[in-house]
């Protein structure tokens, strides 16, 4: 790692234990290997959950294509979105 940052952060004392004893067993020559561990697979399963995401609205996209029902005209939903709309900045005040 060419530079790095340092940066305090709290956690839980469960955490601090989990994250201590890691070292103490050798897992880990530090505290910030261990965070740094962490934030990878953090970062990887967010990734995951981005990508999956995708996939799912690329699916819905490609079933809205194929589908060739007349659909819903336009007009009846924008009008009942703006009562809507309208309704709870009204009650907002």
Do not use: C, F
């Not at 959950?49 to 009846?76: D, H, T």
């Amino acid at each position: 790692m060419a530079t790095a940052e340092k940066m305090s952060i709290a956690l839980p004392p469960e955490m601090v234990a989990m994250v201590r004893s890691a070292v103490t067993a050798g897992e880990y020559a530090s505290s910030s290997e261990v965070i740094r561990d962490a934030l990878r697979d953090w970062t990887h399963k967010r990734r995951l959950r981005q990508q999956k995401g995708i996939a799912a609205l690329r699916q819905q996209w490609s079933e809205a294509l194929s589908n060739k029902s007349p659909g819903v005209p336009a007009k009846p939903v924008l009008d009942r979105l703006a009562r809507k709309y309208r309704a709870i900045a009204d009650a907002a005040g």
